[in-house]
T-cell receptor, first 116, second 112 residues
């Protein structure tokens, strides 16, 4: 069964360092997303990406964050200068139609980011 | 700003009985509602959804009910099985938006 894969599963970094989280969405999907879940809190939307551009982003997704689809398979989230409050589980998701209209997103297992 | 609220952080149910998980929302622009299930160390998995034009959707042991006037939805699991033990997230989306807004989740424990 097709699945969304994410690497690394866990990354520990020092505050101020750059981090890149990688995702391989399901191959025929067109819409890509990043969500995050801070420990004990709800899953929060960060950004959606379609047709090689950001289609929607939340207030959390400030200038420190960027996304890219560098080739036909990978979808990356970069945090330019990490802060302690960026520590969270980051989930990549993909869908073959706009998530807001039908909602069924396929999530990866997540990348846990710990900022020290 | 909790637009989607799951007021019960946890629920315990005996195997074979009904599990009822509740969710309330405040944003009247939401028109599509979903339930996701999450096991530890895994990503959320889609379970069932309902459009705002319906008041019920059923899929096997899972039924979602929507009461638009009360801005309330619920997930019924009948009969509950130990494998259903997980965190259940209610989520909602608005037409024209790409994002899902999640609740904080309810941890369901089904006791054998």
């Amino acid at each position: 069964e097709p699945e969304v894969t994410q690497t690394p599963s866990h990354q520990v970094t020092q505050m101020g360092q750059e981090v890149i989280l990688r995702c391989v969405p399901i191959s025929n999907h067109l819409y890509f997303y990043w969500y995050r879940q801070i420990l004990g809190q709800k899953v929060e939307f960060l950004v959606s990406f379609y047709n090689n551009e950001i289609s929607e982003k939340s207030e959390i997704f400030d200038d420190q964050f960027s996304v890219e689809r560098p080739d036909g398979s990978n979808f990356t989230l970069k945090i330019r200068s990490t802060k302690l409050e960026d520590s969270a589980m980051y989930f990549c998701a993909s869908s073959n139609i706009a998530g807001g209209d039908t909602g069924e997103l396929f999530f990866g297992e997540g990348s846990r980011l710990t900022v020290l | 700003d909790q637009q989607v609220k799951q007021n019960s952080p946890s629920l315990s149910v005996q195997e074979g009985r009904i599990s009822i998980l509740n969710c309330d929302y405040t944003n009247s622009m939401f028109d599509y509602f979903l339930w996701y299930k999450k096991y530890p160390a895994e990503g959320p998995t889609f379970l069932i959804s309902i459009s705002s034009i319906k008041d019920k959707n059923e899929d096997g042991r899972f039924t979602v009910f929507l009461n638009k006037s009360a801005k309330h939805l619920s997930l019924h699991i009948v009969p509950s099985q130990p494998g259903d033990s997980a965190v259940y997230f209610c989520a909602a989306s608005a037409a024209g938006s790409y994002q899902l807004t999640f609740g904080k989740g309810t941890k369901l424990s089904v006791i054998p």
